[in-house]
């Protein structure tokens, strides 16, 4: 899962289907408009990422919500180097044949 917060301080929930160092995809229950910056955080084994994102326009419709791509366009140090080490860790283990990092929202991100 993770955690959205909008501009005005609105949050939202999305679930994460994939993630790169570039950006990802969210499956949201509604989408956002193409453009909108928000700020993206969620949890992963090696810690906690949050950056700031542009929406892209939304892919297709799920059957549950709508999937919808962003890309980052800020990250700090840290969040970056964990991001990074999420996806070596998930890179690594998949080698290895076994299950992927599982990534969740705490409820102290934002």
Known sequence: MAAIRFDDGQRSRGKLYSISVTGGLLKLAKPLSQGD?????FQTKVGSVIGMAEMLSPTRK???GTLQP??????????????R????????????GMSAVHASTPKSLF
């Open 37 to 41: 910056f928000v700020e993206i955080g």
């Open 70 to 83: 962003f890309r980052f366009i800020a990250l700090g140090d840290d969040d970056h180097r964990n991001l």
């Open 62 to 64: 799920a059957t549950d």
């Open 85 to 96: 080490m999420a996806l070596q860790s998930v890179a690594d283990q998949s080698y290895l």
